[in-house]
């Protein structure tokens, strides 16, 4: 069974940056494309930004837009999500995802294995 091992999360002020890291642990894992997913308190589960593993192609949320850079690294089956300029908003549990279905979507549903989340929170 995969897993997805995220780490980087933490407390950081209002503008900062934090650099969320995310690696399966079976590098013959080759997922069509890997994402993340945030759920603050209260909230549901919403798509933050994807990446296709092979084409490096990315989406984000209208929400972290220029702020947020999703990057991968195909030797080490990881994914990376770069976040700065960081607002009390952006506080939540951050969650790594996966599939290897080749879908458009974004819905949490379409992701087939997930990480434990790493909590993220943003002070004013």
């Known amino acids: 069974q995969v897993q997805l091992v995220e780490s980087g999360g933490g407390l950081v002020q209002a503008g900062g940056s934090l650099r969320l890291s995310c690696a399966a642990s079976?590098?013959?894992?080759?997922?069509?494309?890997m994402g993340w997913f945030r759920q603050g308190p209260g909230k549901e589960r919403e798509f933050v930004a994807r990446?296709?593993?092979?084409?490096?192609?990315?989406w984000y949320a209208d929400s972290v837009k220029g702020r947020f850079t999703i990057s991968r690294d195909n030797a080490k089956n990881a994914v990376y999500l770069q976040m700065n300029s960081l607002k009390v908003e952006d506080t939540a549990i951050y969650y790594c995802?996966?599939?290897?279905?080749?879908?458009?979507?974004?819905?949490?549903?379409?992701?087939?294995?997930w990480g434990q989340g790493t909590q993220v929170t943003v002070s004013s």
């Open positions: 995802a996966a599939r290897n279905k080749i879908v458009t979507g974004t819905s949490p549903e379409s992701y087939e294995y």
């Open positions: 079976t590098r013959a894992f080759r997922p069509h494309d």
């Open positions: 990446i296709t593993m092979s084409g490096g192609l990315a």
